[in-house]
């Protein structure tokens, strides 16, 4: 049975799809169907599709009560929209349905657990936001919440543990078909926890132990935790709150978390052996990954910043946020790599491209521009003996706008620069990475749609994502550099 709330938040995203044009959205990034979009949840393979839902306000473009939003693909790159999955109806969740994921059950349905909210007055006369696990099944259209709900409460917490920050429950089976959970928590050190659960069912849940503490190291809170095996590593990721940077490495603000390690299935013990971010741009938050039925594990993230909430197009728009491109994640020498999703190249048309091009001074090359375009390019010095001093890309370019890529080989620093864009807003515009590079080669991939960049660094060995907000006119590109570098570059449209 749906419930009013269900019912009415569907009625009104049907409506209010209506009003927003093809044009408006991204060609093949997610957005919300209408209103408000951050976390990804519930990625999953379910009934021959993709499934990704996504934490969800459809009556606002700013964040409000958090519904389930919904929508399913073939290739990861085109969305349909499904009705709204969940909408905060429950004693138990009524102030928000938060993240969490979604597994197959053997009967072959669809079961999703989520994080409800509840706030609570609290003694000194505000509120706090009690966080408990919930779980929903159902088709892959409709959902039924559990009766028993929550599953996972504050009694299921460790000692010390807060019951305001539990959140983000991530899913798997284990191939005795038993089910495992982690949850993010905030431990009595005022840090983030990583907690983990286990089923024989899915639906009666028992805690086991802290997998990861964070021991305030990386930031505070850690939210959004998923863990797979990649590659013969594990590796967990999150994203946690309030970082400090560690030069390069991490942002300060609420970033990204990478830890690869080894777990062993019979005592339980992950055991981390590196860590590093996993974006380096300025939109990444809140990864969660899928395995393929090919076998692949790809990860999406929310393409956004806390922090930059308020740098949009207008104020009065119909949607904001999106989603980054899917990517496949493999494990080399202790480090996560990205590739853009094999199924782009399906998209690409019109190929354009220019080998061993001088550039010294600022350059335009024919037939490459563009604002949906896949663009590859390795840069070196134009002279063995003569290092270049920086190379820069602009894209999304006209008289009045452009965003940048700088690369300076002596630090070894690969710049993003969107303060031109067309921002009206002190918002961070700019981040800095530590990139390898042999004697001044460096290879970039450069995907644009129509308002973001993702910038893939040596095949995939780091990643760094911005969104543009600059009007679509300005589809210029041109090179510079100051000294000489030679240039290859191959250009696609994506259609």
Same mark, same amino acid.
């Given at each position: 049975?749906?419930?009013?709330?269900?019912?009415?938040?569907?009625?009104y995203?049907?409506?209010?799809?209506?009003?927003?044009?093809?044009?408006?959205?991204?060609?093949? &990034?997610l957005?919300?169907?209408?209103?408000?979009?951050?976390d990804p949840?519930?990625?999953?393979?379910y009934?021959?599709? %993709?499934?990704?839902?996504?934490?969800?306000?459809?009556?606002?473009?700013?964040?409000? *009560?958090?519904h389930? $939003?919904?929508?399913?693909?073939r290739?990861?790159l085109h969305w349909?929209?499904?009705p709204?999955?969940?909408?905060?109806?429950g004693a138990?969740?009524?102030?928000?349905?938060f993240?969490?994921?979604?597994?197959?059950?053997?009967?072959g349905?669809?079961?999703?657990?989520?994080?409800?909210?509840?706030?609570? @007055?609290?003694?000194?006369g505000?509120?706090?936001?009690?966080?408990?696990q919930?779980?929903?099944?159902?088709?892959?259209t409709?959902?039924?919440? %559990?009766? !028993?709900n929550?599953?996972?409460?504050?009694?299921?917490?460790p000692d010390?543990?807060s019951? %305001?920050?539990f959140?983000?429950?991530?899913?798997?089976?284990?191939?005795?078909?038993?089910y495992?959970?982690?949850?993010?928590?905030?431990?009595?050190?005022?840090?983030?926890?990583?907690?983990l659960?286990?089923?024989?069912?899915?639906?009666?849940?028992?805690?086991?132990?802290?997998?990861?503490?964070?021991?305030?190291?990386?930031?505070?809170?850690?939210e959004c935790?998923?863990?797979?095996?990649?590659?013969?590593?594990?590796?967990?990721?999150?994203?946690?709150?309030?970082?400090?940077?560690?030069?390069?490495?991490?942002?300060?603000?609420?970033g990204?978390?990478c830890?690869? $390690?080894d777990?062993?299935r019979?005592?339980?013990?992950?055991?981390?052996?590196?860590?590093?971010?996993?974006?380096?741009?300025?939109?990444?938050?809140a990864?969660?990954?899928?395995?393929?039925?090919d076998?692949?594990?790809?990860?999406?993230?929310?393409m956004?910043?806390?922090?930059?909430?308020?740098? @949009?197009?207008? &104020?009065?728009?119909a949607w904001?946020?999106?989603?980054?491109? *899917?990517?496949e994640?493999?494990?080399?020498?202790?480090?996560?790599?990205? !590739?853009?999703?094999?199924?782009?190249?399906?998209? =690409?048309a019109?190929?354009?491209? &220019?080998?061993?091009? /001088?550039?010294?001074g600022?350059?335009?090359l024919?037939?490459?521009?563009? =604002?949906?375009?896949?663009?590859?390019?390795t840069? =070196?010095?134009?002279?063995?003996?003569?290092m270049?001093? !920086?190379?820069s890309?602009?894209?999304a370019?006209?008289? /009045?706008? &452009?965003?940048?890529? $700088?690369?300076? *080989?002596?630090?070894?620093?690969?710049?993003?620069? =969107?303060?031109?864009?067309?921002?009206?807003?002190?918002?961070?515009?700019?981040?800095?990475?530590?990139?390898?590079?042999?004697? $001044?080669?460096?290879?970039?991939?450069?995907?644009?749609?129509?308002?973001?960049?993702?910038?893939?660094?040596?095949?995939?060995?780091?990643?760094?994502?911005?969104?543009?907000?600059?009007?679509?006119?300005?589809?210029g590109?041109?090179?510079?550099?100051?000294?000489a570098?030679?240039?290859?570059? /191959?250009?696609?449209?994506?259609?």
């Amino acid at each position: 049975m749906t419930s009013q709330t269900l019912r009415e938040a569907r009625k009104y995203e049907e409506a209010s799809e209506k009003m927003i044009s093809g044009e408006e959205r991204p060609a093949f &990034h997610l957005t919300p169907r209408t209103g408000w979009m951050n976390d990804p949840n519930g990625f999953s393979w379910y009934g021959g599709k %993709y499934h990704l839902f996504y934490q969800y306000n459809p009556y606002d473009s700013q964040w409000g *009560p958090m519904h389930w $939003g919904h929508a399913v693909s073939r290739d990861m790159l085109h969305w349909e929209y499904v009705p709204a999955a969940l909408a905060p109806d429950g004693a138990w969740d009524r102030d928000g349905c938060f993240s969490g994921s979604a597994v197959t059950l053997p009967d072959g349905r669809h079961l999703l657990m989520y994080t409800g909210v509840v706030r609570e @007055r609290q003694a000194n006369g505000g509120y706090g936001e009690v966080q408990t696990q919930c779980l929903a099944v159902g088709d892959g259209t409709d959902y039924v919440k %559990y009766e !028993k709900n929550p599953v996972l409460d504050e009694k299921d917490i460790p000692d010390g543990g807060s019951r %305001y920050d539990f959140r983000d429950p991530r899913m798997w089976q284990e191939a005795d078909g038993s089910y495992r959970c982690i949850v993010g928590n905030r431990a009595a050190d005022g840090s983030g926890q990583i907690l983990l659960f286990t089923s024989p069912d899915g639906f009666e849940w028992h805690y086991v132990k802290v997998l990861a503490a964070n021991r305030n190291r990386f930031g505070k809170m850690w939210e959004c935790p998923d863990f797979f095996p990649l590659d013969g590593k594990w590796v967990l990721i999150t994203s946690p709150q309030d970082m400090l940077p560690s030069g390069f490495e991490y942002h300060n603000g609420n970033g990204t978390l990478c830890l690869i $390690g080894d777990y062993d299935r019979e005592t339980q013990e992950f055991t981390e052996n590196t860590d590093q971010s996993i974006d380096y741009g300025i939109d990444f938050y809140a990864a969660q990954t899928v395995l393929t039925p090919d076998g692949r594990r790809v990860m999406i993230g929310w393409m956004q910043n806390w922090d930059t909430c308020s740098y @949009r197009r207008k &104020h009065d728009e119909a949607w904001f946020g999106q989603m980054s491109l *899917p990517r496949e994640l493999s494990v080399k020498d202790s480090r996560l790599y990205q !590739k853009p999703v094999r199924e782009l190249e399906q998209m =690409r048309a019109n190929r354009v491209s &220019h080998t061993d091009v /001088t550039v010294s001074g600022t350059v335009v090359l024919e037939g490459i521009r563009g =604002r949906r375009i896949d663009m590859e390019l390795t840069v =070196r010095p134009a002279e063995d003996h003569d290092m270049y001093r !920086k190379f820069s890309v602009y894209f999304a370019q006209n008289e /009045t706008y &452009h965003t940048s890529l $700088g690369f300076c *080989p002596a630090e070894s620093v690969l710049e993003v620069d =969107r303060k031109f864009s067309g921002s009206r807003r002190a918002v961070i515009h700019q981040r800095r990475s530590r990139v390898n590079h042999r004697d $001044g080669e460096l290879k970039l991939r450069v995907i644009l749609d129509r308002f973001s960049a993702e910038i893939f660094v040596n095949d995939g060995e780091q990643v760094l994502s911005a969104v543009l907000y600059t009007e679509q006119e300005a589809e210029g590109i041109s090179f510079a550099a100051d000294g000489a570098v030679r240039m290859d570059v /191959t250009k696609y449209e994506l259609v």
